[in-house]
């Protein structure tokens, strides 16, 4: 069926439907992502501050994303009168298409990627900057203080983590001699224990503390620093667009969540001594152990925000730039001269 | 001792200890109330809606001697009298501005007759001024709705005690001598 469609319509244009098609799907379970995530989040935090949580829009709160999404969708869009103007509309778009664009290169399971391409990792990397390219203009466009403040922070937070997280994942960069992700997960199953983490345990944490500041969560929420910025670079935003940069915010994490769980978990994969041992293991379709292991991601992003207060801001400076990016550089030493002599 | 400090930092023990904790009380029951659901009883002798006390015929206690509006902080009690055709006082309106009041119970306190009364029902929220406003036939039908029979009883038995149970009467007159038996 599938063969007599493609030569009906030509190689090429098989091709682009086949990958409007993954588009669509992974578009569309992201957004649902996104909106149950923002659900489990309020619930998760609720619970942990033995509170309830949302409760009240459907059966123990389950239709309130959708509550929320409608009264986003219905809000006034206002545009303070001393911003400006382009940048201030495009802003939001940079930082949800930079974002939504980094999932087209994950691989959520066996060959199932929308652009196989194999500058995978730069890729993510070119576009989170690019994410925060959105936050500071908003920032700066709002022609607020607190807008402007938190735009300030974004920048300078995504100049010192960025340079760690980059670092810390050269040691999984070489030690699979790849930066195609789905690369990357087949390297790890070749080695034993079948997960960078356990090598790389050093470059794991300094990416986990890189991921929390680079999706701007707590506690290196500094840009948005609810007590001290309002809402920080969105302060002036409302309706649509503060809905796209909530997007943007969910979004990253998901990203960050899945580099992860690319880079450190075995991705689709589960470590061949677990399997070999209990053979039922293998038997799980690849989609769910990613899954698994993503939905642990974003249950410790909650888990944090819900344990740790925020950072001050000297101190968030001097654990990127005294901690974590000395330590990412002894890890790419280590990692290369292991490699070398094994 | 240094050593442990440098092992506590490298190994986050503090936050992992934190984390710790956070997981645990999320396997906990929430305190939260679902409000319309699960009401909140109020407890014996709290001080809610007010209602004009009944005797066991059923008539209203209150004698309209202006005590409760005299000694009412917030002046949100207005008494009417006017003279019988025995020559007894007759109580033709008794108003409570409800959003004035402050709950404080002087007047129960300042009522020697335990006339009136803050019942426990506080969910009387409305859409105007008006409905918040108490008149007379309200107060006396509040009676009927919360504090009839037990729960009249013991609401001044245990707490708002009134003045008369204490009183030594003489030759018709009710002058207060202390409290009786004592």
């Known amino acids: 069926m599938i063969d007599i469609v493609r030569l009906h319509i030509g190689e090429l244009a098989f091709n682009i439907i086949i990958i409007l098609v993954k588009t669509a799907i992974v578009f569309g379970v992201a957004m649902l992502h996104v909106a149950y995530a923002t ?85 993510i990397f070119a576009m989170s900057s690019l994410g925060a390219y959105g936050i500071v203009m908003a920032g700066w466009a709002s022609n607020s203080k607190f807008s402007f403040l938190g735009g300030l922070r974004s920048s300078a937070q995504v100049v010192s983590y960025e340079i760690a997280m980059g670092l810390s994942l050269v040691g999984v960069m070489l030690m699979a001699g790849s930066l195609n992700l789905s690369e990357i997960v087949k390297a790890q199953q070749g080695y034993w224990h079948g997960m960078f983490l356990i090598p790389q345990f050093i470059a794991f944490f300094i990416f986990t503390v890189g991921m929390f500041a680079e999706t701007n969560r707590a506690p290196f929420d500094l840009p948005e620093a609810e007590s001290e910025l309002v809402a920080g670079y969105f302060v002036e935003y409302s309706g649509m667009r503060f809905a796209f940069f909530f997007l943007a915010e969910y979004v990253g994490m998901i990203v960050m969540s899945s580099i992860s769980v690319i880079c450190f978990w075995g991705g689709w994969t589960l470590p061949l001594f677990l399997v070999n041992a209990l053979p039922f293991l293998g038997e799980i379709p690849g989609i769910v152990i990613f899954m ?41 030493v280590v990692t290369s001269v292991v490699k070398f002599f094994l | 001792m240094q050593i442990r400090d440098l092992v506590k930092r490298i190994f986050l023990l503090e936050i992992i200890k934190g984390m710790a904790l956070t997981l645990r009380r999320m396997f906990t029951r929430a305190v939260t109330r679902q409000y319309p659901e699960e009401p909140r009883p109020a407890m014996p ?46 109580v033709e309106r008794y108003e409570v501005d409800t959003l004035k009041c402050l709950f404080c119970a002087l007047c129960v306190e300042a009522c020697p007759y335990g006339a009136i009364v803050l019942t426990r029902h506080y969910e009387y929220s409305a859409y105007s001024k008006e409905d918040c406003y108490m008149n007379k036939e309200r107060l006396l039908e509040n009676w009927d709705k919360y504090m009839a029979g037990e729960v009249g009883k013991e609401y001044f038995e245990r707490f708002w005690r009134p003045m008369s149970i204490d009183f030594e009467g003489s030759d018709g007159q009710a002058v207060f001598k202390g409290v009786k038996g004592q």
């Open chain 2, 45 to 90: 002798g709290f001080r809610g809606l007010h209602a004009l006390a009944k005797d066991d015929e059923g008539n209203m206690k209150c004698v309209g001697c202006g005590l409760c509006a005299a000694v009412c902080p917030s002046q949100c009690i207005r008494i009417f009298t006017s003279e019988g055709l025995r020559h007894e006082k007759v």
């Open chain 1, 39 to 123: 659900y489990f989040e309020r619930k998760v935090i609720g619970h942990m501050q033995v509170r309830l949580g949302p409760m009240r829009v459907g059966y123990h709160g389950l239709l309130q994303p959708i509550a929320d999404g409608l009264k986003a969708f219905f809000k006034e869009d206002i545009i303070p009168s001393g911003a400006d103007r382009p940048v201030f509309v495009v802003a939001p778009l940079i930082a949800m298409f930079a974002t939504i664009s980094s999932l087209s290169v994950i691989p959520f399971f066996d060959g199932f990627v929308i652009a196989d391409i194999n500058v995978g990792l730069l890729y």
């Open chain 1, 292 to 332: 698994l292991k993503l939905y642990f991601h974003i249950f410790l992003f909650y888990w944090v925000r819900a344990t740790l207060p925020r950072y001050r801001y000297d101190q968030l400076m001097s654990l990127g730039w005294k901690v974590l990016i000395p330590l990412a550089l002894v890890n790419i």
